[in-house]
Each structure stands twice: as structure tokens, then as C-alpha cells.
């Protein structure tokens, strides 16, 4: 929101849903994890393997919504929102998402999937700020699970950060499934973009498995942001949520 100075101060989460269910889908969290991040009071909200469609079998789940997720997610806490499908399959789909206080005014979904390996997108938003402010540029990923599979993945990504105007504020999150940090130093290379927990621990935050973080899978990225900094989560309720802890920061621009 608008702050003394001119400045905005913007709130931006990150987080792997995983359809809604806990690990190993054992139980059905969607409503809670609406909850939940409603109660981060984020501006914005980039998410990982929202479903998109699905046709269930039998009794649906407790708290199965009758609106697509997405649209019960954001609710009329979000007024704006995207989806961006990666994976198709008999059963339905799922992809990224992004929920916004701001409007979006484009959506531009990217598939950088590489040959023979699971479905793979870059959902790509520009987000309008008040006060004729440059929009912000807002990329959500989800990347391979092998090595060669993310480097691939993230030479597209570069691609896609090139064509942008250079002093345009941006915003490159998800779940980078990189526990050896190359992303950072990829990013930080060809676009000079700066992980904010990074920035001020040293590494990014342990973030996967949820009920103990160990792995450093997630990650929140940023360019021409006048300040950024982590914000702190509890354990609870994240971990019982998701196979993903959460990510929050806070920028001004």
C-alpha cells in the first residue's frame, strides 16, 4: 500500500499447494490453506500446482469447493487472478496461479517443459500499481526435478527476463526444486536479479519438507525494488498444510 514518500510497500507470498492436500495426499487442506494465507495479509500471491480442473470419482473430499480453486482461493480477498495450466491428464490439470489486490492486465503463460520430462510453465503477469507507477512484472515457476531438466528451464527464463523493459520492477517466484543453489547464481548473473532471503541470511530458507525444512527449494527473486526483506512465518499452521513451507516478503517500490 501507499506509503509516506511516495513509496508502495507490497506483500508477496510463495507457495507449492500441492492440489490441496497434505503429503502424501493424505488429507484435503484447501479451505484451510485459504485461511491461512488470507491471514498473511499478502497483496500478492504466487502459487504451484493449483488445480485447474479435475473430474472426481466418487465422493469428492471434506471442503472440496464447488468453484474451481483458483476462483475459491482468491475469493473476494484477490479481485484479480491468473492461471496458468501446465500439466494435462485424463483426470484434469494443474499449473501456477497468481492472485492479486492489483489488476493484472496481462497474462502470458510460457511452457519451458524439456524433452521427455513432466510439464513445466513460467506464468508471467504484468500487475498495474497505482499513482501511473511502471507495472510490475511478476513471474511465477515451477522447475524440473533433475539438474539438467532447471539449468534448461532456466536459460528460458533469462530469455524471458531479456524482453522486459530493464528498469521495469520485477517479482520471479516459486518452487525452483534446486537444493544446490544454482538458480541464485543464474539469476543473478544474466539478470541481476537478488533472492531476498539471500540477501539477508546468506542462503535462501529451508522450505521443504514442511514438517521439518531441510531442502532450500523455494525462492523469491527481485529486481528494482527500492527495499525488500523476509518476512517471518510460524510453523503453524504452514506444516500440516502443504509438503511446502511458505515464503513471504515484503518490497517497496
Not at 479451505?31 to 479435475?54: H, K, N, W, Y
Not at 532456466?154 to 528498469?167: F, G, M, N
Amino acid at each position: 500500500m501507499p506509503q509516506k514518500g511516495g513509496s508502495l510497500r507490497l506483500n508477496i507470498l510463495t507457495l507449492n499447494i500441492h492440489k490441496g492436500f497434505t503429503s502424501f495426499n493424505r488429507r484435503f487442506m484447501l479451505p484451510d490453506l485459504r485461511e491461512a494465507i488470507r491471514g498473511t495479509g499478502a497483496d500478492l500471491v504466487l502459487l504451484q500446482e493449483v488445480t485447474g480442473s479435475q473430474l472426481l470419482h466418487g465422493t469428492p473430499p471434506d471442503g472440496w469447493p464447488t468453484a474451481s480453486h483458483l476462483a475459491f482461493l482468491a475469493d473476494s480477498v484477490w479481485p484479480q487472478y491468473a492461471y496458468g495450466r501446465n500439466a494435462v491428464y485424463p483426470e484434469g490439470d494443474h499449473g501456477n496461479a497468481v492472485l492479486s489486490r492489483f489488476p493484472i492486465h496481462r497474462v502470458h503463460n510460457r511452457d519451458i517443459s524439456t524433452p521427455g520430462s513432466e510439464k513445466r510453465g513460467v506464468l508471467h503477469c504484468e500487475i498495474a500499481l497505482p499513482d501511473d507507477r511502471p507495472p510490475l512484472q511478476v513471474m511465477c515457476i515451477h522447475l524440473g526435478l533433475r539438474a539438467a531438466q532447471r539449468r534448461a528451464q532456466l536459460a528460458q527464463l533469462c530469455e524471458l527476463i531479456a524482453a522486459l523493459p530493464p528498469a521495469s520492477p520485477l517479482v520471479v517466484g516459486g518452487d525452483f526444486n534446486d537444493w544446490q543453489q544454482y538458480a541464485t547464481r543464474k539469476l543473478q548473473q544474466c539478470a541481476n536479479l537478488k533472492e531476498v532471503f539471500s540477501q539477508h541470511a546468506g542462503r535462501p530458507a529451508r522450505t521443504f519438507p514442511a514438517w521439518l525444512p531441510l531442502l532450500r527449494l523455494d525462492r523469491l527473486y527481485v529486481r528494482n525494488a527500492a527495499f525488500s526483506r523476509p518476512l517471518s512465518l510460524p510453523r503453524q499452521p504452514w506444516s500440516q498444510l502443504s509438503d511446502h513451507a511458505p515464503l513471504a516478503v515484503e518490497i517497496q517500490l
